[in-house]
């Protein structure tokens, strides 16, 4: 017999060949399959059904196994999370069909261990069988719920046979928090079209947390530490009992990376996780704008712009506007403004979403929802019917066109030829199609495309971007494009683009800002330029620190009405802020990455001469990695002395690089860095004290901290950087515990106190000035040291001076003058007569603090004059200006007035702020009583601009109260009234007992006055 020839494969055959064939290359992955094929996920799983297809149906679809297996390191625990929530059925004992094999990674024997801290969010999910008494098998269900966590970026880290928790961030993408929810809605979505096909379903019920994680690196292998996993773990489980069904509880702490894009419900009672919130989906822009704390500043040429292309795309003139600028600039904010300002025509946005696995046309298909009305819940044959509908009131012939729309929408198409086409085919039909929608949608009327976030977008949604712009140039059509500034296009030699880059807010600009969002009050004015120079001037950073602020109890009130009741020591980074720049990090390829986390434990100055001798990489690797930190704009390079030196841009940006090593990695480096540094500057130590203290203190090399941090302190204090000086100070008595208990590390410890005195006393914290002079007395005392056993008392007389407690202020003031005496110690004496004097003044008794005074500013005469004493501000002038406030009491006017002349020449010839405010403070309050209201006004003014020039806001309510009453009685009744009323609010909330008489008292003037005024 003859050969017969086997017969040619049906079309069928074929479709379900190349079907069956791309399943095994995927390792029967839906999502890759159906990005491969250029079909939806559903078609795929409805090819599946049809041509009964199952994983491991053939043998060309067994899973081949390694000739040898790898080494896995600590594999997810199976029943980890067996056990349903409390009340919720058990599940079902009978072994479950094989899920999707959890991706694991070989770790080689000799791989080290990398540890960092990172923003994490977790999710877990719990699926039960509501009502139902044959308990069902979930593993389904499961495998689609790990397909969503893949999809959007996660990573599945338990599972069991009622459900899986799942971590996000783990791999560096951004927007962690975000992804999580997306799964979470992804899911719940799911399960609702799960219930539409079988009842009873599945019910889930879901948990999000976040928090910031030690996590383990080995190659590339990311695990969260166990210890920390498993009390996570806990609160998820807490979380899920709490959840009602088919819905998703939010944790406290998870909720301010949520706030801004999704919209919550009222929290519900957690148990031991506190109050959550449900998840009810993702806001529009309307409702997300409608609660930013700020308003739109600054942006005005920006808005003209788009208006201008907006005028010539409307005239048939398309155009593409490009709005480039890093996370937080507001590049969104910007469109909306634009949009909101009166734009006719048909508007169509989409955003792109980071996704761990991308989804072809995911940004596309969201834009032709829009389009076509498509709302969730809509049926296959409700999508049909809109789409249908909409095309063929359009340009019927574009009904031609239904099938590209349909499988977009994963609606099967029910056409054979669609279904036969291959994959570059269909393709190239649905470019084709979507750009005749759009232009046949510009005809009708003007049209605005918004795609945002351009640098997430999927290759085939870039691909169409760039086929659409080549339409535009006859069409009325302006599209708006938002992308980082790392995105490449192809647009940039096109006459119909434009770029516009959105950068942080400057100047007059970034003022206004933070005035609609502090206020005006004065207690806030020295924190405006902190804020900015803290973050560059972004919006959202902005923002969300001062939330911060608000949350930790630095400010109160509302927005736009704020008051800062405690000193800003440090400006901790948001956790949202945190996220962002720690996502961006951490995208950098590994060399860079590790140079940035080195350059920022140096700080933000970086020498590179000391980043070379402590990097451990070859000089090549850390110039490449140099060059690349610098083109991704996280250093800047400058050249100085002929000596390279970078930094950072952003001071966040340090902090957050920083604040991801593990303490005891941080703390190595610290000390390498000391002793580079001491090798590469050994004859400019005192020009880089502060560095040298703070690596010493932070790599525990306690002697050298003492010293440099002891010099720190005091170089500081010479500049009246006094909350500087008290930090330097402090740091160097914990560092002296550290070190033999000997006498002269007591005598350092006592002077390292008084160091404190003098720094903490202009910032007004004398309760913890009292306290570190109360540990130095027990330490004079016990060392029998009286000459600074008479320092530490004089001291104390005037911390309790502050204090309002008059009498023991005098009884230590007699003490100090009794050891200056015995020890014949002219600068205690000093002190201890001032002290004594001010004391004296309170308790009313203004003779004999004109006596006793007197008599010291007599003392101080000549070369004295100019002699500190050891104390913060100058004696020749803080005894005159004290004498001025007594003989003023007394009527001894001239007497006053000569001596205002002279302490405000010594203090001129000082340039010392301090020492000038106390001259011209007293010359203010001592010529308002003789009734010279101009010069008295005069004075205070000048001692105003002195303590907001110093930032030394200790001095508002001395110089404020008089300048009030002074503003009042000239006249000024409104504007002198706030000021006393902010003067008699600061003292309180500062608890400066001593000045609160001065400023009621000066308040009752002021509001009798002002009734006058109104009579």
């Known amino acids: 017999a003859g050969h017969v020839a086997p017969p040619l494969p049906s079309h069928k055959d074929a479709v379900r060949d190349h079907l069956e064939a791309t399943l095994e290359q995927t390792n029967w992955n839906i999502s890759h399959t159906a990005a491969q094929l250029g079909v939806s996920r559903n078609t795929v799983r409805a090819r599946i059904e049809r041509f009964g297809l199952v994983p491991g149906g053939s043998g060309s679809l067994t899973p081949r196994r390694p000739a040898k297996p790898p080494v896995l390191v600590q594999p997810p625990a199976a029943n980890a999370i067996d056990e349903p929530a409390p009340g919720l059925p058990p599940a079902e004992t009978a072994a479950p069909r094989p899920l999707p094999t959890l991706p694991q990674t070989a770790v080689s024997s000799n791989a080290a261990i990398h540890w960092e801290r990172r923003w994490i969010t977790l999710l877990r999910v ?48 951004e927007d962690a928090a975000q992804r999580a929810a997306f799964a979470a809605l992804a899911v719940q979505r799911a399960g609702v079209r799960a219930r539409e096909q079988l009842s009873p379903a599945p019910v889930s019920r879901i948990a999000l947390h976040a928090d910031s994680y030690l996590v383990g690196r080995i190659g590339t292998w990311v695990q969260i530490d166990q210890e920390a996993k498993h009390a996570a773990s806990a609160l998820l489980a807490t979380l899920v009992a709490a959840a009602p069904p088919d819905s998703t509880l939010v944790s406290r702490t998870l909720l301010p990376f949520l706030r801004r894009r999704f919209d919550f419900d009222r929290p519900l009672p957690a148990g031991l996780a506190g109050e959550a919130h449900r998840l009810l989906g993702r806001a529009d822009r309307p409702a997300v704008f409608d609660r930013q704390m700020s308003s739109f500043v600054g942006r005005d040429s920006e808005i003209e712009l788009l208006k201008n292309r907006w005028d010539l795309a409307s005239q048939g003139l398309g155009q593409v506007v490009g709005i480039v600028g890093d996370p937080g600039v507001g590049k969104s904010r910007l469109i909306w403004e634009f949009l909101r300002g009166g734009t006719r025509g048909l508007v169509l946005e989409t955003a792109s979403i980071a996704l761990g696995r991308p989804t072809p046309y995911l940004a596309i298909i969201e834009m032709l929802r829009m389009c076509f009305g498509v709302e969730t819940g809509d049926t296959d044959a409700a999508i049909r019917n809109k789409v249908t509908q909409h095309l063929t009131d359009l340009d019927p012939s574009l009904v031609v066109s239904l099938p590209a729309f349909l499988s ?172 962002v720049l720690a996502s961006r990090m951490a995208r950098l390829p590994a060399p860079a990455y590790d140079v940035l986390h080195l350059a920022a434990v140096l700080g933000r100055r970086v020498p590179h ?31 100085v002395a002929e000596e390279r030196e970078y930094f950072f841009r952003h001071a966040l940006t340090q902090e957050v690089a920083y604040a991801s090593l593990p303490e005891d990695q941080r703390r190595v480096l610290h000390a390498q860095i000391l002793h580079a540094t001491e090798r590469a500057y050994p004859d400019r130590l005192d020009d880089r004290v502060a560095e040298l203290a703070h690596h010493a203190f932070e790599g525990q090399q306690w002697e050298k901290a003492v010293g440099y941090l002891h010099s720190a302190g005091t170089r500081a204090l010479a500049r009246s950087a006094n909350t500087e000086a008290a930090g330097c100070f402090e740091q160097a008595l914990v560092a002296l515990l550290h070190l033999p208990d000997r006498r002269e590390n007591k005598e350092l410890a ?168 106390w001259a011209h403070v007293s010359a203010g309050p001592a010529r308002l009583v003789r009734g010279h209201l101009g010069p008295a006004t005069a004075a205070l003014e000048h001692a105003q601009g002195l303590y907001r020039a110093a930032d030394i806001p200790v001095y508002f309510p001395l110089v404020s109260s008089p300048l009030g009453l002074a503003y009042a009685m000239g006249g000024r009744v409104p504007e002198g009234l706030a000021l006393v009323e902010q003067a008699v609010e600061r003292t309180e909330s500062r608890r400066q007992a001593a000045l609160l008489p001065w400023t009621l008292l000066r308040l009752g003037e002021v509001r009798l006055l002002a009734d006058q005024a109104s009579a």
């Open 408 to 579: 977009l929408l994963d609606v099967p198409t029910e056409d054979s030829a669609w279904d036969g086409l291959d994959p570059t085919r269909r393709r190239r039909q649905t470019f084709d199609a979507i750009k005749r929608l759009m232009l046949r949608e510009s005809a009708r009327q003007p049209l605005v495309l918004v795609f945002e976030d351009a640098h997430w977008a999927d290759s085939e949604t870039k691909a169409l971007l760039e086929s659409v712009a080549d339409s535009l140039p006859v069409a009325r059509v302006l599209m708006l494009v938002t992308f980082r500034p790392e995105y490449e296009h192809g647009w940039g030699n096109r006459n119909f683009y434009t770029q516009v880059r959105v950068d942080p807010l400057r100047g007059e600009g970034a003022q206004r800002f933070l005035r609609d969002l502090l206020g005006d009050h004065p207690s806030v004015d020295s924190l405006r330029a902190r804020l900015i120079e803290w973050t560059g001037g972004n919006p959202f950073f902005l923002e969300e620190t001062v939330w911060r602020l608000v949350e930790t109890g630095v400010l109160e009130g509302e927005r736009g009405a704020h008051r800062m009741v405690r000193p800003v020591t440090s400006i901790s980074v948001p956790k949202t802020v945190h996220e």
């Open 126 to 173: 719990s699926l039960t069988v509501e009502n139902d008494d044959d308990v069902r098998d979930v593993t389904k269900p499961l495998e689609v719920i790990a397909d969503k966590v893949q999809v959007f970026g996660g990573r599945v880290t338990e599972l069991g046979r009622t459900g899986l928790e799942a971590a996000f961030g783990l791999d560096p993408l």
């Open 750 to 917: 006592i002077d390292l106190c008084f160091g404190l005195r003098n720094a903490l006393t202009p910032l007004g914290q004398a309760e913890r000035t009292l306290e570190h002079l109360r540990e130095a007395e027990k330490l004079a005392r016990l060392l029998g040291d009286e000459r600074r056993l008479g320092r530490v008392l004089s001291f104390t007389a005037n911390c309790l001076y502050i204090m309002a407690d008059y009498e023991g202020a005098i009884e230590a003031s007699e003490q100090a003058r009794q050891h200056a005496k015995s020890l014949e110690d002219f600068p205690l004496s000093v002190a201890a007569g001032m002290y004594l004097g001010r004391a004296s003044a309170g308790l009313g008794d203004y003779g004999r603090a004109a006596d006793v005074l007197r008599e010291i500013a007599e003392s101080l005469s000549g070369e004295r004059t100019s002699d500190y004493l050891g104390l913060p501000v100058l004696p020749a002038v803080f005894a005159r200006s004290h004498l001025i406030l007594a003989l003023a009491e007394l009527g001894e006017f001239d007497e006053a007035e000569r001596l205002i002349k002279e302490a405000i020449a010594i203090a001129e010839r000082t340039r010392h702020p301090e020492t000038l405010l």
């Open 609 to 639: 001469e000391v980043l070379a001798a402590v990097s451990t990489t070859s000089a090549e690797v850390l110039s490449q990695g140099l060059e690349l930190l610098q083109t991704r704009e996280f250093l800047s390079a400058v050249d």
